[in-house]
């Protein structure tokens, strides 16, 4: 308490004449708006107007203090602050606070003077600590200007001069009026936040408990209706798009916007509208059909900001009935995706069956004539693709040779398929006809022009492969390095510092090797041969 007494002998004091009126100019000011001749402001005129108690014509004269004064709960802003078709100056104070006490009586007159063109609205932030902390205040005596349920701006402790008074107030009041020193974008962020979380609080407070209980009670027996009526997929469904509806609301009270349902959208009619109980719930926290159009559904029509209270409760209970059915959901979901894969693998079966008999009925009788020969020049890598029939000859092929057969020149025709090598030469066979050699329905061939720089005829395939197989034949030698150790010659183990060998293996052939032995070389191997047998018997004898 001691240093409570302390901080307000401190704390500067502002003396306010009691007939200011902060929406009068400054003396001395020309010009007078519509807003400030109906407060009456402006030089002698209106102190004179003032001194006889009277406005100009068509302007309200001085209000009674019960009708713009308002000393309230927080239950009752909603009603009062929210819903107030004036400006709204709130003044949150305490009743131990000096500065509190020196201010209030010239907002009050404020107030009176002004004739209705605003409300005083005071706010004890002792006894309201859950507006107090959700306006976030932290120095007494804090006014805050609201218009339309919103805060625009606000001002901590006593009021530095008459001029500062005057533009906060023009500001509110007057519309077009900017503040002077101007709101920033930084302060204007705060200030949207501070409106919602004021809006919440309020609304909270204003709804009773057996309200509360009440619409908890209801919302749930609608969504197990909806089970009911449909499948917990469906209903699931149409939770979860309610719940969407209402967030939109709650997250922004002001945006008109999010207060209409348009229930023959395309997404709403299937999961919503076909639902009685669905609608049910939606009509159960505040929205109603709009006059003249029964399919749109508002809520708070009229007013500036929407009591988000029902809201909260409704979309809690969709939250926890969500949360306690979250087995049950997932199996009707799992069920529902594999309904819809069923039906889809159906669809594409179907149409796969018609695209089939489509195809059926449209494809093209195939000639049991008709030939293809894929011919290639010896020599080069283009190939030709020869249309013919099957009863032409071998020798007509050779006539559809691109660019023709010199006179005189041999032609050769190989088809490795069908094991097939022909000369021009061989008559009997250039006049069968391609059936009759088995070229048919396709065939791939290489023609060979000319007998060759070697002037014999080619050997047939067999031949050829024997001579290869002749070529493989002969000597050959295999360099097989590698480190060998000093001490057991094992091959493989590296030694460091060297010392290994290189050996070259000369591999030749088992039959090469027996013919190329020498004769005399044996006879030498037979003789040591013998001469170890005689030792051994000579070492037996001696023992």
């Known amino acids: ?49 003032n001194s006889q108690g009277a406005k100009p014509d068509g302007m309200p004269g001085p209000a009674k203090k019960e009708d713009v004064v308002f000393d309230i709960t927080t239950d009752q802003i909603q009603e009062i602050i929210m819903e107030s078709p004036v400006p709204v100056l709130l003044d949150v104070y305490a009743d131990w606070c000096g500065p509190c006490k020196a201010l209030a009586p010239a907002l009050e007159q404020m107030a009176v003077k002004a004739g209705g063109m605003f409300r005083l609205v005071k706010l004890n932030s002792d006894n309201e600590r859950s507006a107090s902390q959700a306006l976030e205040v932290k120095a007494l005596p804090t006014v805050f200007g609201i218009r339309d349920g919103k805060i625009v701006n606000m001002f901590q402790g006593m009021p530095r001069d008459e001029e500062m008074m005057r533009n906060f107030m023009m500001g509110l009041m007057v519309p077009g009026t900017e503040f002077n020193p101007p709101v920033t974008a930084e302060q204007k962020k705060e200030f949207a936040v501070l409106s919602t979380k004021l809006t919440k609080v309020v609304g909270s407070a204003s709804f009773p408990f057996s309200a509360r209980e009440r619409l908890q009670d209801r919302t749930v027996a609608r969504l197990d209706e909806l089970v009911q009526n449909t499948n917990m997929a469906d209903a699931e469904e149409a939770a979860k798009t309610i719940r969407t509806l209402l967030s939109n609301v709650i997250r922004d009270p002001y945006e008109t916007k999010f207060r209409k349902v348009n229930l023959a959208n395309k997404v709403i009619a299937a999961r919503v509208a076909s639902q009685p109980s669905a609608v049910a719930i939606l009509k159960s926290v505040g929205f109603g059909a709009e006059e003249g159009d029964g399919h749109i559904l508002v809520i708070g029509k009229g007013k500036k900001a929407v009591n988000v209270a029902p809201l909260l409760v409704a979309r809690d209970c969709i939250d926890k009935w969500i949360d306690k059915n979250r087995y049950e959901i997932a199996k009707a979901a799992r069920l529902k995706r594999d309904e819809l894969e069923r039906a889809r693998l159906a669809a594409e079966a179907e149409l796969e069956d018609e695209y089939d008999s489509e195809e059926e009925e449209e494809e093209e009788q195939i000639d049991p004539d008709a030939c293809t020969i894929r011919l290639r020049i010896d020599g080069k890598k283009k190939v030709h693709d020869l249309a013919m029939r099957a009863d032409n000859t071998l020798s007509s092929l050779v006539d559809k040779l691109p660019g023709g057969v010199p006179a005189g020149e041999e032609v050769q025709i190989t088809c490795t398929a069908r094991r097939l090598i022909v000369k021009s030469s061989d008559t009997d066979v250039m006049n069968k006809t391609l059936r009759e050699l088995k070229l048919m329905p396709s065939a791939s061939v290489v023609v060979k022009i000319g007998s060759g720089s070697s002037g014999t005829s080619s050997s047939s395939l067999a031949e050829r492969a024997k001579a290869r197989q002749e070529r493989k034949k002969g000597e050959h030698t295999m360099a097989s390095v590698g480190i060998y150790s000093k001490d057991d010659n094992a091959k493989g183990e590296l030694i460091d510092g060297g010392g290994g060998v290189w050996y070259e293996h000369d591999v030749t052939s088992d039959d090469e090797a027996e013919e190329n032995q020498d004769p005399i070389a044996e006879d030498q191997h037979d003789e040591e041969s013998g001469d170890e047998v005689e030792l051994e018997e000579s070492y037996d004898e001696t023992d």
């Open 1 to 49: 308490m001691e240093a409570k007494k302390e901080a307000e002998a401190n704390m500067k004091e502002i003396k306010v004449d009691a007939n200011f009126d902060p929406t009068q100019p400054a003396p001395g000011a020309g010009g007078m708006n519509a807003a400030a001749a109906g407060l009456g402001l402006g030089g002698a005129t209106g102190a004179a107007a």
